[in-house]
């Protein structure tokens, strides 16, 4: 499913940090493990659902046999109860870009990216009964309280970035534009790396979005559901990963598998249309290429 077929290794310089950015399902692995099978280099995490190490099927995180064909960090290392921020990424990916091995630095979650290249404003951490509080107010009460600046600036249907608003808002006092405002420089700008984003049609990407999706099922998600049935939490970060509320309703006895799967494809398409837009408004400098050609 991952094979990648229509980029020239021979424009990646062996020598500089990769950054592959793409939709879901686009073929972001298969091309971090052609670059590394050809020049060497470890593979990274940039993908939030990929952190937990309760998903490695419903995630689409590299199985024993990507693993055993190249090195890759920041895979299933945390908790799935565990607090994982952009903060958090970024401050485990800085000793990679000087470490011993070339970062290939692969995910679909833009902000990561976007933190790394451009830099992240040192916001101070959340307290817990603030998160908790937040967790209770609906989406467009949250909405209400942010100011004008940020609310100008964040996906205002994205209830993870306004509630994060909301929250820095009320443990700060200042608005969560302010603090990107200050902004610290980035640990690699665009321009000290080989970037490149995947950009497909439509029509492609969604056929192996469903494609995809009923791999998963076969090759055990419900499995993983399973096993996290008594520890689900839809107020996690962890249990909103794409697919994991969908097939948790199936397990419950909610709904059924077919209405599981297909919420969970409408979904992963409808998060494919987010982050093409995210490329779009933050990405227009790298170097775009359709897996979909060749």
């Not at 094979?3 to 793409?22: E, T």
């Not at 493990?33 to 190490?53: F, H, K, P």
């Not at 309703?249 to 598998?257: D, F």
Request: charged fraction near 20%.
């Amino acid at each position: 499913m991952d094979a990648f077929r229509p980029l020239d290794l021979s424009v990646v310089d062996p020598d500089r940090p990769v950054l592959i950015s793409g939709p879901t399902a686009s073929g972001k692995s298969g091309l971090a493990l052609a670059i590394a099978e050809a020049q060497g280099g470890v593979i990274v995490n940039a993908d939030a659902s990929q952190i937990y190490d309760c998903w490695q099927v419903v995630t689409a995180r590299p199985d024993a046999h990507d693993l055993a064909r190249a090195p890759h960090l920041l895979y299933g290392h945390v908790g799935y109860d565990a607090m994982y921020s952009a903060g958090h990424w970024l401050r485990e990916v800085a000793p990679l870009l000087s470490g011993p091995d070339r970062p290939i630095i692969v995910g679909g979650t833009g902000l990561y990216f976007t933190a790394l290249t451009k830099g992240l404003a040192e916001i101070p951490e959340t307290p817990d009964d603030l998160r908790k509080t937040a967790d209770a107010i609906p989406l467009d009460a949250l909405l209400a309280a942010l100011d004008p600046e940020t609310t100008a600036r964040i996906d205002t249907n994205n209830r993870a970035r306004v509630q994060r608003a909301w929250e820095v808002l009320h443990a700060t006092g200042r608005g969560l534009a302010a603090w990107h405002d200050d902004t610290p420089p980035p640990l690699l700008p665009e321009g000290s790396a080989t970037c490149i984003a995947l950009s497909s049609p439509p029509d492609w990407l969604n056929l192996r979005i469903a494609q995809r999706f009923d791999m998963m099922l076969d090759g055990g998600a419900l499995d993983e559901i399973a096993a996290m049935r008594d520890r689900y939490d839809p107020a996690l970060s962890s249990c909103r990963a794409i697919g994991v509320p969908e097939l948790m309703a199936h397990a419950q006895g909610r709904i059924t598998l077919e209405a599981a799967r297909d919420a969970a494809v409408i979904a992963s398409r409808q998060y494919a249309k987010r982050q093409r837009t995210w490329q779009r408004s933050k990405m227009a400098h790298w170097q775009w290429v359709d897996p979909s050609t060749g």
